[in-house]
């Protein structure tokens, strides 16, 4: 039986996808970030390649906007799953978050004419209100579902370096026991993407810990619940992973 809140307070449930796709109820105890490599929400093939929730900056308010594709303990679809290990990727208690924004670091200043911190985010050089506010999120995965303030061991390496088999990649092992949190950089079982690359996470978990402790003296802006259009449903593809 699966505890906790499902769907975080004030977050978008407009674009949920499990019922379309309905996964596996499982107690997380990890959660992987990755990058949507883009600057709005994505459609995500109309659920088929969906994580649990997307974290949309809103830049002008300086806080962050919450969609819910899937149940917070059910197993969502943003990694290669291969059905020929005993392993499992996306059905191994993971609580999967796409960041919308880049982790490339040719996108550092500019994608095209849009300008980073302007126009989409960076995720490397995410600023201090974002990370605080992301860390809201990352605090009530923890109280709700104890999802462990702790980051993997392995390096959160800045992309391209962390994409493929880097000595960020956990082995089948680690992958299995791990709790805390990780980047779809350190998933194995045939994923190969390197995001978020480095983005700082540790310092979302550092704020995190401070929320949970009641110790946070700059709390990030509230999240509000998102009135962006829905995204426009595409026939799904074969599966495939998203993010960089």
């Known amino acids: 039986m699966s505890a906790g809140a499902q769907f975080y307070p004030g977050a978008s449930t407009a674009?949920?996808?499990?019922g379309r796709y309905p996964g596996l109820m499982q107690e997380?105890?990890?959660c992987v970030h990755h990058t949507t490599e883009g600057t709005t929400l994505p459609d995500y093939d109309g659920g088929a390649m969906a994580p649990n929730t997307t974290i949309l900056p809103d830049i002008p308010r300086q806080g962050i906007k919450v969609y819910c594709h899937f149940p917070a303990d059910m197993s969502a679809r943003a990694l290669v799953d291969d059905p020929d290990t005993e392993v499992r990727t996306n059905r191994n208690n993971a609580h999967q978050v796409e960041l919308v924004g880049s982790c490339d670091p040719a996108r550092r200043v500019s994608w095209g004419r849009l300008r980073a911190g302007v126009d989409y985010i960076y995720w490397p050089d995410a600023p201090d209100w974002l990370l605080r506010a992301y860390a809201h999120y990352v605090a009530w995965l923890y109280t709700e579902h104890h999802v462990p303030l702790v980051?993997?061991?392995?390096?959160?390496?800045?992309?391209?370096?962390?994409?493929?088999?880097s000595r960020a990649r956990m082995t089948l092992d680690e992958w299995h026991n791990f709790t805390g949190h990780c980047g779809h950089m350190h998933v194995p079982d045939g994923n190969n993407h390197g995001d978020?690359?480095?983005?700082?996470?540790?310092?979302?978990?550092?704020?995190?810990?401070?929320?949970?402790?009641?110790?946070?003296?700059?709390p990030g802006q509230p999240?509000?619940?998102?009135?962006?259009?829905?995204?426009?449903?595409?026939?799904?593809?074969?599966?495939?992973?998203?993010?960089?």
């Open 15 to 18: 674009y949920r996808y499990d």
């Open 28 to 30: 997380v105890n990890c």
């Open 151 to 165: 980051s993997t061991s392995r390096p959160w390496l800045a992309y391209p370096s962390s994409y493929g088999n």
């Open 196 to 218: 978020p690359g480095n983005t700082r996470v540790d310092l979302v978990i550092a704020y995190a810990k401070a929320i949970v402790s009641g110790k946070d003296t700059e």
């Open 223 to 244: 999240p509000t619940t998102p009135p962006t259009p829905a995204p426009r449903y595409r026939r799904p593809r074969a599966y495939r992973a998203i993010g960089v």
